[in-house]
């Protein structure tokens, strides 16, 4: 029997969202939508890919070093909760590549065995044709000695007439 992996669920275990500014809460919505929804791959890594763009507008726009004491404890929160969202974008990510192996261990499993079915049906399909190449040869035989015993039952009779009409015509 064919087996396949199924796929692991997408949904990132992030929660807490910090403040932050409204398009990239808006951004973080789609993704969460397009997560949620379990859009198409290239969807939700063209929208993380925003999200990054997004983030990394908004980190290289800080000076961290002339405002090093200034950074509040919004800022910190954001912080550890890009690095939580990290983790467990990473972990999504292993998760997705276990997934992928074992999805490609189980097709080389698959091909494995549908070959071998087809080796099988291959086998029974020769030995099916040339069991009826045998019962052609044999009805063929048949058919064939059949006509020759006709063939010389009719010269026998065309003989034995011919043979009695050439007495009858003597006489």
């Given amino acids: ?83 939580n969202a990290g983790e467990s974008l990473k972990s999504k990510m292993k998760e997705y590549e276990r997934f992928f192996s074992d999805f490609n261990t189980s097709m080389k499993s698959n091909e494995q065995e549908v070959t071998s079915i087809l080796n099988a049906n291959t086998e029974n399909i020769k030995s099916e044709i040339k069991k009826l190449e045998n019962q052609l040869i044999e009805t063929a035989t048949k058919l064939l000695t059949s006509y020759q015993i006709f063939l010389n039952q009719a010269r026998e009779s065309a003989t034995n007439q011919i043979n009695t009409n050439k007495t009858a015509s003597d006489q």
């Fill in 1 to 83: 029997m064919i087996n396949y992996p199924n796929l692991p669920n997408s949904a990132l275990e992030i929660t807490q969202q910090p403040e932050v500014k409204e398009i990239t809460n808006e951004l973080l919505k789609q993704l969460q939508n397009a997560l949620k929804g379990n859009h198409l791959f290239t969807e939700q890594v063209e929208l993380s890919l925003k999200g990054i763009v997004r983030i990394l507008e908004v980190l290289l726009s800080l000076d961290f070093f002339k405002n090093a004491n200034e950074i509040d404890s919004s800022l910190r929160n954001s912080i550890e909760w890009l690095s």
